[in-house]
Antibody, heavy 121, light 107 residues
Framework: QVQLVQSEPEVKKPGSSVKVSCTTSGGTFSNYGISWVRQAPGQGLEWMGGIIPIFGTSTYAQKFQGRLLITADESTGTAYMELSSLRSEDTAVYYCARDRTPATVNWFDPWGQGTLVTVSS | DIQMTQSPSTLSASVGDRVTITCRAS??????LAWYQQKPGKAPNLLISKASTLESGVPSRFSGSGSGTEFTLTISSLQPDDFATYYC?????????FGQGTKVEIK
């Protein structure tokens, strides 16, 4: 059974960057895409972007173009989400989730446990 | 981006009630819709994909229907474990987008 395990919570200053990891186990990493979805406190879910390791391609929601970088290390089965120029509005729980197909647009299962990123001066 | 609108935002119900949540898309998405359940402090859990396909392990009291722009999630007999927030998500058109969520509360 595929499981996604994310890195620990982070506290960051405005203007800095954060890098969150998502390690997969129990499945074939490269054949499936990994997406990142965030949830601000008390708010809904927002798809940010994703990567398909087997193709080495990343796609991003327009809102995050230019300050979001999603990468993957096939050797360790780990995907990374790096968000730069952080502002207070980026305070959220960041989830990784496995895409159900290799397509660009997907639905998601399973999900990681989430990583809280707090942006505060 | 395709906007997904759920109604109601909050729903108060009792154990044993039949519950229906509606999700509307701002443009047609065929059957490319998923439903998730999320409990406080936990990650979302996939319930249904392709509008009506129940995921393995999901109780049969959950069902989904619809196509085009209007979809429903029905819980035939609400159980204590079902009090949670439910999200719809379209995957017809890039980027994937979610509804704002429907919180099912105890009446």
């Amino acid at each position: 059974q595929v499981q996604l395990v994310q890195s620990e919570p982070e506290v960051k200053k405005p203007g800095s960057s954060v890098k969150v990891s998502c390690t997969t186990s129990g499945g074939t990493f490269s054949n499936y895409g990994i997406s990142w979805v965030r949830q601000a406190p008390g708010q809904g879910l927002e798809w940010m972007g994703g990567i398909i390791p087997i193709f080495g391609t990343s796609t991003y929601a327009q809102k995050f173009q230019g300050r979001l970088l999603i990468t993957a290390d096939e050797s360790t089965g780990t995907a990374y989400m790096e968000l730069s120029s952080l502002r207070s509005e980026d305070t959220a729980v960041y989830y990784c989730a496995r895409d159900r197909t290799p397509a660009t647009v997907n639905w998601f299962d399973p999900w990681g446990q989430g990583t809280l990123v707090t942006v505060s001066s | 981006d395709i906007q997904m609108t759920q109604s109601p935002s909050t729903l108060s119900a009792s154990v044993g009630d039949r519950v229906t949540i509606t999700c509307r898309a701002s443009q047609g998405i065929s059957i490319w819709l998923a439903w998730y359940q999320q409990k406080p402090g936990k990650a979302p859990n996939l319930l249904i994909s392709k509008a009506s396909t129940l995921e393995s392990g999901v109780p049969s009291r959950f069902s989904g229907s619809g196509s085009g722009t209007e979809f429903t999630l029905t819980i035939s007999s609400l159980q204590p474990d079902d009090f949670a927030t439910y999200y719809c998500q379209q995957y017809n058109t890039f980027p994937a987008t979610f509804g704002q969520g429907t919180k099912v509360e105890i009446k």
